[in-house]
């Protein structure tokens, strides 16, 4: 069955809800806002200041995560700079405050330069100062409770907060909210605000794992300690924190080498310890799924867009889907060693558990599709059974019940999914496009289950392939063999704008190296430290070989963004 969603309309005007209460941890709550109104308005007193007025309205739903009704904008043709303004909010006597609220963010696979973001004005509108902003985009920002901390201006005895939407809101399908409230803040408070890093490192290999701590309290605090945690309460890595003062976020990296112990499926988590805290329930962050690859195990990354794609490598919309997407050899850089796992990059707006999914590999002499699928003929079936997908942001991977030994052609990833229910929005899998060569070619059905030995007759071509990164085996020694006793740093690792490497030994010569081979970077050094700018990169592993007297060591980094 399809995964239904109330309708969203948005008709009529309406109103607002201030209280003063008390709340656990010595927390007051000076504003609470659930718009519990009749639809089809604006909350009472809320003010909508555009030229031309996107339709913002209480709605009869309840997708952000409370109980509808809720607050609601829909897409339309309404351009420009748009703010929808709270009813003033008494802040006399508190100095920094916290506001929360739930928020879903349901977008459109159209992207015109719109950004979003929430304003917070202390003189009635004069001046607004930014308490976030993102460009729109065409990702979905799922479901969840969000958290931000500001400071009163001295003097200030009211506030207003404003929804702003920037550009044509005709990019957006729905942008929905509920349960506002601002709350003063406790002493002391330092949350672990977030934490990723590599999904599936390799035994051997030292990893980087980012970790955000945030203080949410009003005092200044230096004496905590973030740490790197694995199932099991097992401490990986620890580091003392820096001084940190209200509303300011600090970001940490720990390093990890699992070893052959850790080969397998676990969990990784962090922890912000900090004794006087007087909230520790948000000192942990969410666990980070991982499998830890064997010594012998080469990621090799293919695909450096960033297009979110709901129908490749699987369609969610529809219950059953069936894809096939070509890799050329040059992507892939080796042949005769065996394909173990698959890893895709992807976010889904809820956790999708027991998706059937079947995956098959072959090769071919074809560049890309014409108007037939790929013969199943030269298919070996690599992967039959269940997965699970988390909410949010996620690395994917599918290790692969037989590994394919590749030989060198054009290689082609054969998937079929199997989910009886279809949910209308959330699920993307970040793309890459190749103008005017058919690289995929997909079909999807509410009807029957497909057969992948038996394709259907229909199906359609796209230019479109997923990122995927292929986990090869290899023959002798890994990259992780290096002079332990001439050792490298990389930070922060994944990097998204600046690679930091930091050495024991001077530096002679840095290089950047893809997993082609081909020479990305090249810098001279002359001290332990030495910075590369991979902004312009593309996201995927590469190798980064670093001279010093005592001679080269290889690392290897992950480029995100």
Request: aromatic share 12%; charged share 15%.
């Amino acid at each position: 069955m399809k995964k239904l969603i109330t309708p969203l309309f948005a008709l009529v005007f309406l109103s607002h809800l201030a209280l003063l209460s008390g709340s656990a941890f010595g927390q007051q709550t000076i504003y609470s806002e659930g718009f519990d109104y009749p639809t089809g308005q604006l909350p009472p007193g809320w003010v909508l200041d555009a030229e031309q007025p996107p339709p913002w309205s209480v709605n009869d739903s309840e997708m952000a995560g409370g109980e509808a009704p809720e607050l609601a904008l829909g897409f339309s043709m309404a351009a420009g700079l748009s703010r929808l303004i709270s009813t003033p909010v008494i802040v006399d006597g508190y100095n920094e405050l916290q506001i929360k609220y739930k928020q879903y963010l349901i977008n459109y696979a159209m992207d015109w330069g719109e950004v979003i973001g929430m304003d917070i004005t202390f003189d009635s509108g004069t001046n607004w100062q930014v308490l976030w902003e993102q460009p729109l985009g065409t990702i979905d920002i799922p479901q969840d409770e969000f958290r931000y901390y500001f400071s009163v201006p001295s003097g200030a005895t009211e506030m207003q907060f404003a929804f702003r939407y920037e550009g044509n809101s005709y990019a957006i399908n729905w942008w929905l909210i509920d349960d506002i409230s601002i709350e003063s803040v406790v002493d002391n408070d330092l949350i672990c605000s977030s934490f990723n890093g590599n999904a599936a490192p390799v035994a051997g290999v030292a990893d980087t794992y980012s970790v955000e701590v945030l203080n949410g309290g009003k005092l200044s605090q230096g004496e905590y300690t973030v740490k790197l945690m694995k199932e099991g309460g097992i401490e990986l890595a620890s580091i003392a924190g820096a001084n940190i003062g209200f509303a300011e976020k600090t970001e940490y990296e720990l390093s990890w080498k699992p070893d052959a112990g850790d080969i397998g499926s676990s969990y990784l988590y962090a922890v912000v310890e900090f004794a006087g805290d007087e909230k520790p329930e948000n000192n942990q962050s969410k666990n980070l799924n991982i499998t830890v690859q064997p010594e012998n195990i080469v990621p090799v990354s293919i695909g450096s867009g960033e297009i979110p794609v709901n129908f490749l490598p699987y369609n969610f919309f529809n219950m059953y889907s069936i894809t096939q997407t070509i890799y050329y050899p040059e992507e892939i850089g080796t042949s005769g060693d065996s394909i173990t796992a698959i890893l895709y990059n992807n976010q889904f707006d809820d956790s999708l558990q027991d998706v059937h999914v079947q995956i098959l590999l072959g090769e071919t002499e074809q560049t890309q599709f014409n108007d037939e699928w790929i013969d199943p003929a030269v298919f070996t079936m690599v992967f039959d059974g269940m997965l699970s997908f988390d909410k949010g942001p996620n690395q994917t991977l599918i290790t692969l019940d037989n590994p394919y030994k590749y030989n060198g052609g054009n290689l082609v990833i054969y998937s079929s999914k199997s989910y009886e229910v279809g949910y209308i929005f959330g699920p993307v899998f970040m793309s890459s496009i190749d103008s005017n060569i058919y690289r995929s070619r997909a079909a999807e059905t509410d009807g029957d289950p497909f057969d992948p030995m038996n394709p259907p007759t229909y199906g359609y071509n796209v230019e479109y392939y997923p990122n995927i990164t292929l986990f090869h085996t290899t023959v002798g020694t890994s990259i992780a063999n290096v002079e332990e006793s001439n050792s490298a740093i990389l930070f922060p690792n994944p990097a998204k704008n600046m690679l930091h490497v930091k050495t024991d030994e001077a530096i002679l010569d840095v290089r950047m190296v893809d997993l082609l081979g081909q020479v990305v970077y090249q810098g001279a050094g002359g001290s332990h430290r030495h910075e590369i700018n991979v902004g312009n990169l593309h996201p995927g592993f590469y190798l980064v070989q670093v001279l010093t007297p005592k001679g080269l060591i290889t690392r290897r980094a992950l480029v995100t963004r």
